[in-house]
Structures are given as structure tokens and as C-alpha cells.
């Protein structure tokens, strides 16, 4: 209770949402703002690491190749084979980079000075889902046709027909509207709240160690800096984990698209 005094007194202020209210890099250019010069510097890894890991391969890989490899191999053999089968090494370029893409992306919530996982901001989840998602469209169409589709979609084969009048307006909404948009909100919720998490104990932990060192905060901030290592290290488990679903669930969705059956 002590605590609690202590920080009512003298206005602690917890982070919020002013963590996502960036400035402008460049006055007057209102939407270049610091998650979007990140993005593009996560593009510019990405594209470097991938050219270093695959321009020139050599028959025992080294160092950077080493790496890609393993990268490739995990994302072939976890994501893009149980729901594309032979035709994953086909989408293997587009699957690979969103893994690498979206990793990095989450990773610049813990860099130091950098420290903001641009997935935090709604607009980049959703510019990759909807993409995944007019493609899945587009396949969907192009291998069942389009009447064929929307009915493999909306009326899988094998129950009794009058479950269909149930069934067909569940299934549209769940497959146009809800995939999408959890396969977006689900990234952005993750970043956005472990951001929080991690400023709020990096707070407490500063305010208490050096804004308001007393005998009775000493301890509170010590556990503060504690807890904020503990985040930082199950943020980059989290950060790694929806990079692997966000790929995961595109190459679930392209498979589903190719092949009716699924």
C-alpha cells in the first residue's frame, strides 16, 4: 500500500497508448513515421540476409548460408509441406519471406534504441493479410472455378442438406471475413500488448531506481528490471511464435485454395 502511495504521490505515469502516437521523422511528411523507416530497414535485412544465404550457395554451407538453411528448411518441413504437399517448394520464396519479414519485424520491439515491433501498428498486419488473402482468392478461382469455390467453400460435401441453410452463411463469413481479420488482428493484439508489458515494467523499474529511490521503492524496482528481463525474453518466444503462425495460416490458406479438399 506503502508503494501505491508513493506512486500516487508523485504522478507516476504508466505508459499507454502516446507508445504508438509517433511523430513524424521529417516535419511535414506526416506518414513517414518511425514504424515505416523500420519497415523499410526490416525489408533491407531481409532481402540482404536472403541474397547473402541464397545468391550463391555453395555445396557445404557456411555462415550465412548455414543460417538460410536451416530458415528454409524449418519452414518447408513446419509450415509449407503439411498444407501444400508438392507444390510447397513452388511457394517456398513467398512463405520464407513472410516468416523472415514478419520475425523482423516483431524482433525491432526488442532492439536496443530501435525497441517498436512495427507489427504494433494495425495498418502493416492488414497490408499481409489482405495480400495472403486476394491471393487465396485469386488460386481459389483460377484451380476451381469461380461458382466452383464459393460452393466448396460454402457447401462442403457430405452432411445433410438442411444443415446448409445454417451452414452456407457461417461458413462465408467465417472464410471472407473472419480469416482475414483474425489472421491480422492476432499479430497486431500480440505486438501491440507485449509493447505495453515491456515499456510498463521498464518504467516502474527506472521511476523507482532513479526518479524515486527510496529504502521502500529500491525493492519494487529491482523486481521491476527482474520482471522486464523475464517479458523481454518470453516477448522474443511470442515474437518468434506468431511469425510462424502468420506464415503458417497463409500457407493453409493457399493450400486450401489449390486443393478443394482441404
Known amino acids: 500500500m506503502k508503494a501505491l502511495t508513493v506512486l500516487a504521490a508523485d504522478e507516476f505515469k504508466a505508459p499507454g497508448l502516446e507508445l504508438f502516437d509517433l511523430p513524424p521523422i521529417i516535419p511535414g ?40 538453411e536451416y530458415g528454409y528448411m524449418f519452414v518447408r518441413d513446419q509450415v509449407a509441406r503439411p498444407f501444400l504437399g508438392k507444390d510447397a517448394d ?23 534504441f530501435l525497441q517498436f515491433p512495427i507489427a504494433s501498428h494495425i495498418a502493416f498486419p492488414i497490408v499481409l493479410a489482405v495480400s ?46 473472419v480469416a482475414p481479420f483474425t489472421h491480422a488482428v492476432r499479430l497486431f493484439a500480440n505486438m501491440f500488448a507485449g509493447h505495453i508489458i515491456l515499456a510498463f515494467f521498464s518504467a516502474v523499474g527506472f521511476w523507482f531506481l532513479f526518479e524515486q529511490l527510496t529504502p521502500l521503492g529500491a525493492p519494487v524496482g529491482v523486481v521491476a528490471v527482474i520482471m522486464t528481463i523475464a517479458m523481454t525474453a518470453f516477448e522474443m518466444f511470442i515474437q518468434f511464435l506468431q511469425a510462424f503462425l502468420f506464415a503458417l495460416l497463409a500457407a493453409m490458406y493457399i493450400g486450401g485454395s489449390l486443393h478443394a479438399e482441404h
Request: hydrophobic share 55%; net charge positive.
Open 29 to 68: 511528411v506526416t506518414w513517414f513515421t518511425k514504424p515505416v523507416l523500420l519497415a523499410l530497414l526490416s525489408s533491407i535485412v531481409v532481402i540482404a540476409f536472403c541474397w547473402s544465404a541464397f545468391a550463391n550457395p555453395k555445396l557445404v554451407p557456411r555462415g550465412i548460408q548455414n543460417i538460410g
Open 90 to 112: 513452388r511457394w517456398m520464396g513467398l512463405l520464407l519471406s513472410l516468416f523472415f519479414l514478419v520475425w523482423i519485424w516483431n524482433l525491432m520491439g526488442v532492439v536496443p
Open 132 to 177: 495472403v488473402y486476394v491471393l487465396k482468392i485469386y488460386l481459389g478461382m483460377k484451380h476451381q472455378g469461380g461458382l466452383g469455390y464459393f460452393k466448396n467453400m460454402m457447401f462442403p460435401p457430405g452432411l445433410p442438406k438442411p444443415i446448409y441453410v445454417l451452414l452456407a452463411p457461417i461458413e462465408f463469413l467465417s472464410n471472407m471475413i
